[in-house]
């Protein structure tokens, strides 16, 4: 049973090792592969430069693709998403005779609502930055492609190593904004587990599912929580309004839950104790 990670990075090789844990031979393409685990099969790829690319191994049953953009430009994003999504299918469809499926992972950026509501699978795509367009079209490559394709939209991914809204409170820069919003997040941990969790569901699992927790939260109450916890002041209020990325609405787990997965982090506060307890570490 063969694996390949294209674009191994944090989540890829977390859910990497997941796969290794489940008798599973899994091969890693990167750069680097030097950084890769013991346990994986390397390859130095670029995936900017397909004419270089290996072949890849025909007996590949799942492949993982979790672009790592080097920037946040509509022009990075194009390269690393949608060139690398266009060459890959195109290569898959000859290649890999045995593919069960490609998993994505994709954002939950690339849906539309606002204003508090709950959001799901069937919210019309309507992304609001270019960044984000290129996320949903590079989801349409793969789920025009004919091939078996599950695309995982994951909110905002937070985890070892990933502590922004942590350093924020610690070097008090942190500010309660002036209209506190919602916001949607998965732990590192539960995106690598989700996308094992739908490598086993096999024709069973769907084209798309939200991949995020339990508990949509408003921004300052994630600030102060982490501000007692941190054992440090809570943070003081904006004076002036913020400009935020991210959209204000709630995201709905109710689809990929049904399937049987199971959250370790069903919340915020599970999820940052873990992290600045150090259970786990961020792979580079």
Known sequence: MQVLLVSAGDVAIESGLRFVRQG????GWRRNSSKLPAEFKGQDVDLLNPSAWPVIDESTEFVV???????RTYEAYTRSYLEVAQEL????????PTLKRIIY??????????DGEWIDEGT?????????EVLAATERVFLDSGLPVTVLRASGIYGPGRNHLIDQVRDGSARMPL??????RIHRDDLAQAI???????????DVYMVTDDEPAQIDEIYTFLAEQLRLP????ATEQTVRRAANRRIRNDKLLATGFELQFPGFREGYRSVLAGDSIRHR
């Open 105 to 114: 992972v994709s954002s939950s950026a690339v849906s539309g609502g606002g």
């Open 89 to 96: 299918v195109q290569r898959l469809s000859v290649q890999a």
């Open 65 to 71: 693709f979790t672009p790592v953009p080097a920037a």
């Open 179 to 184: 209209d506190s919003h919602w916001t949607n």
């Open 24 to 27: 599973y031979e899994v091969e």
């Open 124 to 132: 019309e795509v309507a992304p609001n930055r270019a960044t984000s």
């Open 196 to 206: 094992v969790h739908v490598a086993t569901l096999g024709n069973a699992s769907e």
């Open 234 to 237: 809570i943070p003081p209020q």
